[in-house]
């Protein structure tokens, strides 16, 4: 092949390239970051011979005043009349989205719930080269300053409408007849969990003890798992947010590994097992609003008998 048919090959590979990535971006901007859904797993969690509990577990909201698409199908979720919420944190991006979360929670807020914070409850985000997103989590730097994000008001709306404030503290719930012991902590990403306030074996006579935290750091998995906690539900990751078809998330922004970026998995300790949820999340950074292979998500878990299977579906 002659030069000038080398070059013409390269110029056309090139808007090929070009092309596809454009197309990638745009649909990542423009589908997928909207394109919520409804993921559904069953866990075997529960003492024998005890009903199921369905939880519906809420994470990452990254609520924008504006965003009334997320609004509704959040709202909508109350339909599926879960008997417990768990929301693990980082509801808001925006001093003005208290009250359109409030509106997005609606008809959930009168169900049984726990919550813990996430650092996007405490500052809003700011614009930051997007590269640092890949660095180990040891390597971020978060520039300390004081919140600038209407926490209390939130946490007054949440406390005021009956679910339950788990950040470094722990608590009792009775729902559906069974005793649920929990304890949480605060955000582990910027280093407000205190699991020594929390620390301590299970009570076996609890009917199941749950884990909450923000974001699934090793340190506070360990806790939870080495006291004997059997589930542990957390957020944060995004799902990696930018995942690779039939690769997966590249980062899960914390020391949690890519295999458990999202989904339910299982984490060890100490010779004990839990089962580990990890929410991909319902939001994104206003300044990075992509997802791509990695819808926005919530979860509704069935809890089940300890002898029934895992099942997952979408």
């Known amino acids: 092949m002659s030069l000038r048919g080398i070059a013409g090959t390269t110029l056309k590979t090139t808007a090929v390239v070009g092309a596809v990535g454009a197309a990638c971006v745009a649909y990542a901007a423009a589908i997928e970051v909207r394109w919520f859904t409804l993921r559904k797993v069953t866990v075997p969690v529960l003492p024998e011979g005890t009903a199921p509990l369905r939880v519906l577990h809420l994470s990452d909201l990254h609520l924008m005043p504006a965003q009334e698409k997320k609004i509704r199908w959040v ?91 788990l950040n ?35 009570d076996p006579t ?19 798992v080495g006291d004997g906690y059997p589930l542990v539900l957390a957020g944060h990751t995004h799902g990696g947010q930018l995942a690779v078809p039939f690769y997966g998330a590249l980062v899960t922004n914390c020391d949690l590994d890519t295999s458990r970026v999202k989904g339910l998995t299982t984490w060890g300790y100490g010779g004990r097992q839990a089962a580990l949820h990890v929410s991909a999340g319902l939001g994104t950074s206003p300044y990075a609003p992509v997802r791509f292979a990695c819808r926005p998500e919530a979860t509704l878990l ?7 299977p895992i099942s997952s579906a979408r």
């Open 302 to 308: 069935t809890l089940v008998p300890r002898n029934n």
């Open 206 to 224: 609890a009917d199941l003890s749950i884990g909450v935290t923000h974001a699934p750091y090793q340190r506070v998995l360990n806790g939870f």
């Open 168 to 202: 470094n503290a722990k608590a009792t719930l009775k729902v559906n007849g069974l005793r649920l012991d929990f304890a949480g902590t605060d955000d582990p990403h910027i280093k407000r969990d205190r699991y020594e306030e929390v620390a301590g074996e299970i």
């Open 75 to 165: 709202n909508d979720l109350a339909a599926l009349e879960p008997d417990l919420i768990v929301n693990t944190g980082d509801n808001i991006s925006s001093e003005h989205s208290v009250a359109p979360l409030l509106r997005a929670y609606a008809d959930l807020l009168d169900l049984p719930g726990v919550f813990v914070f996430g650092s996007n409850d405490y500052w809003k985000p700011h614009f930051k080269n997007p590269g640092k997103y890949l660095l180990p989590a040891h390597k971020q730097r978060h520039k300390p300053h004081g919140p600038d994000l209407p926490y209390e008001e939130m946490r007054r709306a949440f406390s005021g409408a009956g679910w339950t404030d």
